[in-house]
């Protein structure tokens, strides 16, 4: 979301609208989640979802950082 220069808005509707679109992204990564284990069961010697997985299991460890639990980057040893 991006205000232009003529547009007030209150921060309760800008954080509302925020919120929404977070719980919109955490949705949509569950459901890429259930396709990439589909995947992964064709092939489950395949050790490249699992790689993905490694990277993708970083991101939200920072997102729960940033929102005041450092326990997630702490336990995988991240910087933060």
Do not use: F
Not at 62 to 67: F, I, M, N
């Amino acid at each position: 979301m991006e205000l232009n220069k003529t547009t007030k808005q209150s921060a309760a509707a800008c954080y509302a609208e925020r919120q929404t679109e977070c719980q919109d992204l955490l949705k949509r990564i569950t459901c890429q989640l259930e396709r990439h284990a589909s995947r992964q069961k064709q092939e489950p010697a395949d050790w490249g979802c699992a790689g993905d997985l490694g990277r993708v299991a970083e991101e939200p460890a920072y997102v729960l950082a940033s929102l005041g639990d450092r326990s997630a980057v702490e336990q995988k040893g991240l910087e933060y």
